[in-house]
T-cell receptor, first 110, second 114 residues
Framework: AQSVTQPDIHITVSEGASLELRCNYSYGATPYLFWYVQSPGQGLQLLLKYFSGDTLVQGIKGFEAEFKRSQSSFNLRKPSVHWSDAAEYFCAVGDYKLSFGAGTTVTVRA | DAGVTQSPTHLIKTRGQQVTLRCSPKSGHDTVSWYQQALGQGPQFIFQYYEEEERQRGNFPDRFSGHQFPNYSSELNVNALLLGDSALYLC?????????????FGPGTRLLVL
């Protein structure tokens, strides 16, 4: 069975500081991994995805993620956070059927 | 290029009623998936439609049904509504024909059951 764990429910970060969101997955084969962002009352926007190849993946809005098979992890990072990055972030695994984590809420303080 | 669109944006129903939600996929996409997102949780997969047939289904009762039309748009129907069906219902589209596993989401329909 496929599943995702996001250990951090809520993270607060100062504007300009770096951000790292953790994601651990369980999947039977080579995983398809995704990070989505959701602003309040909105749908999900795709930040980046990993299928194969280079384990460091670049996405939109300055985000990147690193796939580590040995740790079953796909952590999301951003070097310098902007106030507009405040949102909820979801990690997902799967192909045609996605399994999502419970999400991490990011608060950005001035 | 229009993205995934959903209607209505908000809906209020009472227990026992039936509801139909609609989704138009992104241009060029042929596959539609539906997800339920309860407050404070991640989305849960309901089912997926491709070539007008249900291809995969999550752990949802038969009260949840769907349909896909020849133009690839889709409907989600929920019968005998329960209070617990209150949630944001998200539609996502992708292209199976092109081997695409990437799903693009619409803005959702927020359903409140009273």
């Amino acid at each position: 069975a496929q599943s995702v764990t996001q250990p951090d429910i809520h993270i607060t970060v100062s504007e300009g500081a770096s951000l790292e969101l953790r994601c651990n997955y369980s999947y039977g084969a080579t995983p398809y991994l995704f990070w989505y962002v959701q602003s309040p009352g909105q749908g999900l926007q795709l930040l980046l995805k990993y299928f194969s190849g280079d384990t460091l993946v670049q996405g939109i809005k300055g985000f990147e993620a690193e796939f580590k098979r040995s740790q079953s992890s796909f952590n999301l990072r951003k070097p310098s956070v902007h106030w507009s990055d405040a949102a909820e972030y979801f990690c997902a695994v799967g192909d045609y059927k996605l399994s999502f984590g419970a999400g991490t809420t990011v608060t950005v303080r001035a | 290029d229009a993205g995934v669109t959903q209607s209505p944006t908000h809906l209020i129903k009472t227990r026992g009623q039936q509801v139909t939600l609609r989704c138009s996929p992104k241009s060029g996409h042929d596959t539609v998936s539906w997800y339920q997102q309860a407050l404070g949780q991640g989305p849960q997969f309901i089912f997926q439609y491709y070539e007008e047939e249900e291809r995969q289904r999550g752990n949802f009762p038969d009260r949840f049904s769907g349909h896909q039309f020849p133009n690839y748009s889709s409907e989600l129907n929920v019968n005998a509504l329960l209070l617990g069906d209150s949630a944001l219902y998200l539609c996502a589209s992708s292209s199976r024909r092109l081997g695409g596993e990437t799903q693009y989401f619409g803005p959702g329909t927020r359903l409140l059951v009273l």
